[in-house]
């Protein structure tokens, strides 16, 4: 729930999606391959070596400033940002500081109650990402940490949001929009490990600011915010004081915890990097066409397919999301769109969430022959998702795959129209079975002839239609009754 | 023809840190000569330190731009030569490795922080070398040890593979026994890097001309002012003198911005510095930082024990010149300052040709005389402006000598104007041969 | 005017590990030095430095690394293919 006296900022890290690093050749798909394997003399920062600025991060950045609505510097630059740690091969990240790329613009995101509210930006800037470290041994052995160099150097956009934001649930969609913002601009690729991190900034009014860091999870930002929002209320309410500090983020626990004092207070003597030359790139902007955006595409969804406002705003949260019911809905859009609308946003994406399955196994012709089957009758809804599962679960294990025909068939899930005999016999001998619930239904009880018709899908196996079988049970009993 | 160089001099002045005895090299301009690089310029597979412990057993996997290029032109690299711990010191007494005696007098200093490379020539074991230059690291040694010594002007020859001190300011130039040398060496190695973003595209195709008729001269009063000893300025008028007896015509000048030069260039320096050293942690490479101990702790013991009094002088005070509440007054400043010290110069360029001088105030001091640290970078006063302008300039022996040691004539020329430099400093040279 | 206390924070911001016995003579060192930088106070006017190159970049085309071998070759100890390092808490 908002609270006009809850003040949230949150600083946005993406990977941003060139082939090559920001500064030097080596290829930014490391994540299959073994560490140290994606590393050169510039990027492990190797004395001599020096840095030379990948153009398409910086067109990519533009493009993402053109789609916020920023204001391009005229002259931008890169600085040094001095600090050590193991993961920082040159003991200085490459970074902007006084002169970013971008800056102002703003991201709509839709209101508590409906409606729009408007979060501005700061600015947009464009960084290299560090190395990892990873921690090792324990205490009797003796901890140490080991290094790998391969994300050193991968192009970050960094993108700073003003301090507008009331709720975590808020900051969860401003995320969400910029994600698939950045999705639809085709920089960033959001299923890649740790392309995104968020530094958050939260006060309760009227005292200090805390910065949690590091947070990398859509989910974890919530739960981070939602901590640390009920810890300094807390603390106001016994009279105590928030502390000004920086916090890290522990997934696990869905705790924040406050860094080591070292880490409070840093001097980061940012001076230009004298190695890489001034940046003029304001008219590259007048150069770039965006592409449809997800707010342009929800209301086409919605004038073009007649989608609801809700089913419009979860299919297009997602590019490949929105790129899948286009693609389902191809052949024939009038007929299939209001069922695709339901049957992706709704069923589709539960059922995957729920095997923590992605959506790129799934082809969309393979999905518009299972709705033309619901469609023409050949099964019931609920013969349907159990095709939808069979389906799923078939990818997902990488097993042959069916086609939907091919799985109602080997199955026998086709309603079974034409044999009303069994039908007729499965109704009589259901009746039969349950005269508690014919009474039940007779005097009106409320869900005695769900049960009904319950009794006589479990006798037809699911292939008959309930409403055909809630007119027999309804005929049936009022012959009965005369 | 590719072939083999054997090389095993007598060096009894501690020019080299390392040679290798049978020098590989290949067919082109440069085939079969003998090049000694100073030892901040990357070497694939052979030991690179930057005169210091902290990069002692370093072997770079990799060649600076300008190694490639020779030995594409055939050249036979034949060993590392000594100088001022990351190139911080007018004397080469601050490497780790012991100081280099001057060829001249073994009892002075050969200069800095090129040393090593000038001696190597001076004594006659090479016939050219690389040096750099960032506030007159090839000029000052050139002046000392009696050879030539260019520095380019800034962008014209690569510094990938050069290991950073002060990037705005420094280049790799050549040295050799003679303006002829210095000039073949100069076409080797200048031109375009894609891999330095400083790079100008400028390549150095140029022999050597003696004409000087007609050359106008900038004669600044601030290079023979109260600073200079007498003897030195004498020396260097009668260079002049024969300039014009040449053709030349020499014009009085003034560069203000002298005043406050030596201190901008130190601030910037020292400041780049500070950013530029914090990467050798002992990790990656360099002698093992100790894994028992925290990050921290292990850091601060591979800086203190690994970087010599100066480095950690000069680290200290960049870090003090960029930090909170310091930056507008020292590094923001001195950037202003090197923008004016590049007007100065632009505006008498537009009168002149080349502006010359002396390159040092005075003659190569002894060994251990200079032990106050701002005194010695004092006698930088003459040679930084031309780091913190960009130009280029030549240091070439004056005929005479002062106390039977050399004076460097100095000739400083407009950007990209490296060739006319090279030509004047050629006209005195064979003047006096 | 610096003070020994002063001359050790630096030493702290730098993580450069000044020896105690060193101090008194650096900072008078230290003090000398920055009054020479003074000079730079006659300086007048904001100014940025004019740039002779700008948009200097490269296209986004991968190139070869360094094998694993190359870039753990210098490090004072490896494992499993990452570089050791002291810990950092």
Redesign the interface.
Known sequence: MAEENVIIGLEVHCQLDTKSKLFCGCSTDYRDDGPNTHVCPVCLGLPGSMPVINKRAIEYAMKVAKAMNCAIVNEAEFSRKNYFYPDLDKAYQITQYDKPLAEGGHLIIEGEEGGERKIRLTRIHVEEDPGRLVHMGNAERGRYSLVDYNRAGIPLIEIVSEPDMRSPKEARRFLNKLRATLEYLSVFDSEKEGSLRVDANISIKGSERVEVKNITSYNGVEKALTFEIARQKSLIRRGQKVARETRHFLEAQGSTQAARSKEQEHDYRYFPEPDLCPMHVADWVLGITLPELPDARRERFIAQYGCSVNHARTLTGELKLANFFEAVVAQDPKALSPLAATWIADTLIGELNYRNMALDPVDPSAFSELLYLIMNGTITDKNGIEVLRVMLDQRMKKEATESPKAIVTRLNLAMSKSDSGALTSAITAALDENPKAIEDYRSGKAGAANFLVGQVMKKTRGKSDPAEINRLISEALSKKEA | MGGELCFSPDDRYNAFLRVCERAPHGDGKLSGTAVAIKDN??TKGIE?T?ASKI?K??????D?HVVGLLKNAGAAIVGKTNMDEFGMGTTTENSAFGPTLNPRDTGRVPGGSSGGSAAAIAAGMVRMALGTDTGGSIRCPAAFCGIVGLKPTY?RVS??????YA??LEQIGPMGRNVNDVSALMQVIAGYD?????S?DRPYHHTPNPEIKGLKIGVPEEYFGPGVDKDVAHTVRTAINRLEELGATTHPCSIPSM??A???Y??TCT??A??NL????????????????????????V??SG?G?EV??R???G??????GY?G????????????VQEDFARIFRDVDVIVGPTMPTIAFKLQEKT???SM?LSDILTVPVNLAGIPAISVPCCGRVHNMPVGLQIMGRPFDDERVIDVAYAYEQAVA | MITEQDVRHIGELADIGIQERELGEFTHQFNAILEYFDLLDMVEGEGTVRHELTNVMRDDIVEPSLSQDEVLKNASGSEDGFIRAPRVM
């Open positions: 310029i990357s690179t930057c990069l057993g370093y072997l770079p996997p990799y600076a962008g510094r990938y593979g050069l290991i950073a990037n705005s894609r891999r330095d973003s400083t100008v005043k406050y030596l201190a901008a130190y601030v400041s780049e500070s950013s914090a990467r050798f942690d002992g990790v990656r490479y360099g002698p093992a930082a100790d894994t028992k101990k925290t990050w921290h702790e292990a850091y601060q013991e800086r203190k970087f009094p950690r002088r680290i200290m005070l870090t003090f010149a960029l930090s909170s930056y007054k020292y590094y923001a400043k001195a950037q202003v300052a090197r923008q004016n106050d640290p701002l970078y």
